[in-house]
Structure formats: C-alpha cells, structure tokens
C-alpha cells in the first residue's frame, strides 16, 4: 500500500528517490535517520500523503515535526500530520486508523474532504478506515475472480 519510487523511472527529481531509496534501507532501529529522511521527502514533495502518514508513526505522542514547504515553515503533531495525509488522499486508510488511534474515547476531530470539513469521532475513524480496508480486498479478490473465469 505504500507508495515507492522506482529509482530507474526517475522523473528527474533525483533528490526525492534518492530519499526514498535510502528510507527503504535504513535499519527499523535508527528511527530518527528515517524521520530526517521522510522529511527529506516531504519537504520538495509536499503532495506525497503515506509520507506524512508515516511521519506521523515515527513520532512519539507531544512530539512535534517542521517541515519546510514553498518557503514557510510549518510545524506539525503527530495527528495533524495524519489529518494532512487524509486531506492529500481521502482514501487513505492508513491515516485515518493512525489518526483513529490517536484520539481519545470522547475526542473528535475535523477532516477536510473532498473540500468540506466534517467532524469524526476515534469510532468513526477506525470503521472508516476498515470499509476502506475491506472495499480494497473485495475489489482484489474480484479481479481473482475475473482473472480464473478468463
């Protein structure tokens, strides 16, 4: 579900495969070296939402992340950067059990989706982010299916 760049299609923007190729071979244990490289990949390609999304996993609850994007210097929780995940693909639904996770029992947040924002409770968010999940396997066990009558 991740989305990787494939280093020999490279599109010319060099340094954010080069980024990404490095964060597929770091070691899980040197988490702050992947942190500086999901950075390194957000900060030119600030439309990439599992990079947010998994920017989002490497921080610690209270901890906060800045982010250098068209000039400005933006700081973000560990469940704002599951919300701007969310914003930069709706269908991602990763970020919104992450963000899910995060909140309290009693706590809701705002989305903005497909330009309107709504409010979500931990629930919500977590039976949201298994439709997505569940729609996602019907659809590949369909094509399964489609490719065995063939």
């Known amino acids: 579900m991740e989305k990787r760049l494939d280093a020999e299609k490279d599109n010319g923007d060099t340094q954010l495969t080069e980024a ?6 770091v070691e ?7 942190k500086q490289l999901l950075i390194q990949v957000i900060e030119p390609n600030p439309n990439d939402s599992h990079a947010y999304n998994n920017l989002g996993n490497r921080l610690q609850s209270g901890e906060k992340v ?5 000039g400005r210097e933006l700081t973000f929780t560990k ?3 599951y919300q701007e995940a ?3 693909d709706n269908n991602c639904a990763l970020a919104y059990n992450n963000l899910g996770l995060e909140l309290q029992a009693k706590e809701k947040v705002t989305l903005t ?3 309107q924002k709504e409010l979500f409770t931990k629930d919500e968010l977590l039976q949201l982010a298994k439709g997505f ?3 996602k396997a019907q659809t590949q066990k369909m094509k ?3 490719f065995h009558l063939q």
């Open 28 to 34: 899980w244990k040197s988490a702050e070296t992947r």
């Open 86 to 88: 969310i914003k930069l």
């Open 113 to 115: 989706i497909g330009g």
């Open 79 to 81: 469940k704002e950067l």
């Open 144 to 146: 399964h299916v489609r």
């Open 133 to 135: 999940t569940a729609s």
């Open 66 to 70: 800045t982010l250098r994007i068209g």
């Open 20 to 25: 990404f190729i490095k964060y597929n071979k």
